[in-house]
């Protein structure tokens, strides 16, 4: 009997392990909600993203959630509608590249054949001050009838943590890792920009802001509500 259940408890701690070494940058539990408001670099209210988690699977691998993310615009009318999955897995937390097109500019081509190459965005658990963190991109290429109409690329390179601080917004206040990117976006034509994002545990994405190539902030997004 104590060997069965020598046996037992080792297979239970094998099947928690994955998930107990990640560090989870959303609320990790179903039905959660998160929203965020996005506003010009003039304070101006652009529009509202909501994002609900609708299902948690736990496996060998570690930790995947699929989330429902709904962008209203300044009036409040939903506009678009989309799936993110966000995984963590051996100690890194995975972000859906996704999340940096422009979800408006997707939508106009849900009905087409659409081939998405991605290397996600990666938070370690043991992050810090001063560190490096790899480069991510996507490539969409949009197709209609076989033929391959056009590629959309986007690349974010030179990511790395900047500092440690307690941001304040309408949600409360929280303690969150400054991260900051450079970011290319390829289609008809190159335009270069500069991000950064305020990341807490258990949270995601607290604040961001996006800079033109010369440094001038051209939008920001702050958190407004986590139930």
């Not at 094998?14 to 506003?39: N, T």
């Not at 937390?93 to 939508?107: R, T």
């Not at 034509?189 to 949270?203: H, T």
């Amino acid at each position: 009997m104590k060997s069965l259940s020598l046996t037992m408890l080792i297979m239970i701690l094998w099947l928690v392990m994955p998930a107990q070494d990640c560090e989870f940058y959303f609320p990790a539990r179903e039905g959660a909600l998160i929203e965020m408001k996005h506003y010009t670099e003039k304070d101006k209210l652009s529009g509202t993203s909501i994002m609900r988690v609708l299902s948690r699977v736990e496996n060998d691998q570690g930790l995947e959630l699929t989330v429902e993310s709904e962008f209203l615009d300044e009036k409040e009318n939903s506009q678009t509608k989309g799936q993110l999955v966000l995984r963590c897995s051996g100690g890194v937390f995975y972000m859906d590249m996704k999340n940096y097109f422009d979800q408006q500019a997707l939508a106009q081509y849900e009905d087409m054949d659409i081939e998405i190459e991605a290397s996600d965005p990666e938070l370690p658990a043991n992050m810090h001050p001063g560190m490096a963190l790899k480069d991510a991109s996507m490539t969409m290429k949009v197709k209609s009838g076989g033929m391959n109409m056009f590629t959309f690329q986007v690349d974010l390179t030179n990511r790395k943590v900047e500092a440690r601080e307690e941001i304040t917004t309408p949600a409360g206040v929280f303690d969150c890792f400054k991260i900051t990117y450079d970011i290319e976006t390829k289609m008809l034509m190159k335009i270069s920009a500069r991000g950064a994002e305020w990341m807490c545990r258990d949270v995601g994405m607290v604040r961001s802001e996006s800079y033109n190539k010369n440094g001038k902030l051209t939008g920001y997004t702050v958190l407004t509500a986590i139930r």
